[in-house]
């Protein structure tokens, strides 16, 4: 990366957009040209990458990248929600080691015509695995910026194909109550499980996640497959997933069933809707000095233009 500038041009003479236009048409350029992975070597001595984990090599796709430094290494790997292993941000790090990733299978089945159960070996290879620097906005107003390796799901989807009764589509975490500590302690209905609508499953953004940094997911980020859906709030993106249901009915979240009034179906980032007991408008930016301000918190993460038009007509304050 250092060998590539952004062109200056001063800020007064262009606007917000031309700004955004610029700085794409670069990032596709340096793409173009290689230059442009947030796990190249630079970055990744910077960040304290685990060298002795498994390389997963991805091509940068800057289209669906945004330009945040990435998180170090460190952070990404040891400040984390997985409340099966713990409710403290070490307790994944500590104890997800416990999980059992080899063999795994993936089910994807409900409404679809063609169900089937995918050996995880098969699925990192169903697509070519892309390098996508996301934002992740957790509930609890912080954010990280994450460069993750996979490809859309609406790749897996199509596979399967989902029927016309197929509305909805719902994750279901792996469930190994003697090498997760945290099962025992109740906190959520277990095995976690997340959903999302038809139209925001198959949105290119939506990405089936089984690296970061170039290398192998980490247990405590999800290993081996977990979602990322980064306009919505982190807890969308269920981790370590074992079954993909295609369904009619509007499924109910963990979430949904611990807290219907704190935690919605949506879960779109949105800094006018508060927590019941927070803010939402603004987040701290995990790894940066302890003096920097908070960053404001932006209508779908940041994301807006690409998913905005997947809401239109619906009222955000209600269906939170
Ligand atoms: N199975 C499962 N998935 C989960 C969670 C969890 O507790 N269990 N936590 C969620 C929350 S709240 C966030 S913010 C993200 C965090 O992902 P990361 O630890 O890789 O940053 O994972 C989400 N996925
Ligand atoms: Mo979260």
């Known amino acids: 990366m250092s060998r590539f500038r952004v062109p200056f041009v001063p800020a007064s003479e262009i606007t917000p957009e031309e700004i955004y236009r610029e700085r794409r048409r670069w990032l596709q350029q340096a793409a173009a040209l290689g230059a442009l992975t947030a796990a190249g070597p630079a970055a990744i ?22 330009l945040d430094k990435p998180t170090s290494w460190r952070d990404i790997t040891g400040y984390n929600n997985f409340y099966e292993f713990g409710t403290d941000k070490g307790d994944p790090r500590r104890h997800a080691g ?40 957790c509930v609890e107003a912080w954010s990280m910026v994450i460069p993750w390796i996979g490809y859309s799901l609406s790749e897996l989807l199509r596979q399967v194909e989902p029927t016309g009764n197929a509305k909805y589509v719902t994750f279901e975490t792996a469930l190994q109550p003697d090498n997760m500590p945290g099962v025992s302690r109740g906190i959520l209905d277990w095995p976690y499980v997340e959903a999302l609508r038809m139209d925001e499953a198959m949105h290119p953004l939506t990405m089936l996640v089984f690296g970061l940094y170039g290398k192998v997911l980490p247990n405590q980020n999800g290993a081996p497959m977990r979602l990322a859906v980064p306009w919505k709030y982190g807890f969308k993106s269920g ?24 935690y919605g179906f949506y879960a779109n980032v949105n800094p006018e809707v508060p927590h019941p007991r927070w803010s939402q408008a603004s987040e701290r930016r995990i790894g940066t000095h302890i003096l ?24 955000l304050r209600r269906d939170f």
């Open 98 to 137: 416990r999980m059992v990733t080899e063999p795994w299978t993936v089910e994807v089945a409900g409404e679809v015509l063609k169900p089937r159960t995918f050996d995880i070996d098969a699925l990192r290879k169903l697509a070519p695995l892309e390098e996508r620097v996301y934002r992740l906005r």
């Open 239 to 262: 981790k370590s997933i074992v079954r993909i249901r295609c369904v009619e009915e509007k499924p109910l979240s963990s979430w949904m069933i611990a807290a219907p009034t704190e």
């Open 292 to 315: 920097a301000p908070r960053e404001k918190t932006r209508m779908f993460n940041g994301y807006g233009e690409q998913v905005a038009s997947m809401y239109s007509g619906m009222d």
């Open 45 to 66: 001595a910077a960040s304290g990458v685990d060298e002795s984990r498994p390389d997963l090599p991805g091509t940068a796709n800057a289209r669906h990248s945004v």
